[in-house]
């Protein structure tokens, strides 16, 4: 069933989880954000309406500009568009944090880019991993027996553990601070009564209880993860943060 490549902008509980992810980042209060995989712009465009310094990038294949431009959906976002897939065009220690929000398990050569990534982030600079398909998924595991799209469907897809994913991080010189799974309910729904605010704001308190219960959010959708660049410890105030069941 193909539900169109942008569900998730029509999907008001989907719309909900950025705003949420946006408030996070908004916390910590970075001088300079870089949004690696920025997409159609929709998380950079709430991160501009939250006040952040925000980078916007993408990488759109063999063909593409190599050059900043306007986003069609959000025309206020003006993202780098590179036809490099592992490189990017900034100085080294350029971002105080990076936000990689359903991307990490698309790319190419993950270990090239999170290496990458750590020679753009400042000493101590954040990185924020959102949206990483958790492998014990319940609903990855609906997906792929109705005959809908799932992480594994593409060469590049790669589903995570908990487990898997801190090792990753470790490996290339970060330090987990916040590890946790998250989303029990689809949230990418584009019936019409989803799209109620009411309704939507129901949705997403029911799913954020439900990936609270330890056992049952073992089968949550997405893996979670705050990590510090090495080289810089991170405060006894923000030890790991785990649920995980």
Request: aromatic share 8%; charged share 20%; with cysteine.
């Amino acid at each position: 069933m193909d539900r169109g490549i942008d569900v998730n902008l029509r999907s008001a509980p989907q719309m909900l989880e950025y705003v949420s992810i946006v408030e996070r980042i908004a916390r910590d209060a970075p001088g300079s954000i870089l949004d690696w995989g920025c997409g159609f712009g929709q998380v950079s465009d709430l991160l501009q309406q939250a006040g952040l310094n925000v980078t916007s990038f993408d990488y759109y294949g063999d063909d593409a500009p190599d050059a900043v431009r306007p986003l069609p959906r959000f025309p206020n976002v003006r993202a780098h568009l590179s036809s490099d897939p592992r490189g990017l065009p900034y100085a080294d220690a350029s971002f105080d944090a990076v936000l990689s929000c359903g991307v990490l398990e698309h790319v190419l050569d993950p270990d090239a880019s999170l290496d990458e990534l750590a020679r753009v982030l400042r000493p101590g600079g954040t990185l924020y991993i959102y949206k990483l398909p958790n492998r014990y998924s319940y609903l990855e595991w609906l997906a792929r027996r109705l005959g809908m799209y799932y992480h594994g469907t593409d060469p590049n897809d790669r589903l995570y553990t908990q487990a898997g994913a801190r090792e990753l991080l470790a490996r290339h010189g970060y330090e987990v601070r916040e590890l946790r799974v998250a989303n029990m309910l689809p949230l990418t729904l584009d019936m019409a009564l989803a799209q109620r605010p009411r309704t939507a704001r129901r949705i997403w308190a029911a799913n954020c209880a439900l990936q609270r219960v330890p056992g049952l959010n073992r089968f949550a959708t997405n893996v979670q993860l705050v990590a510090t660049r090495a080289g810089w410890a991170a405060p006894a105030a923000n030890a790991v943060a785990s649920q995980n069941g």
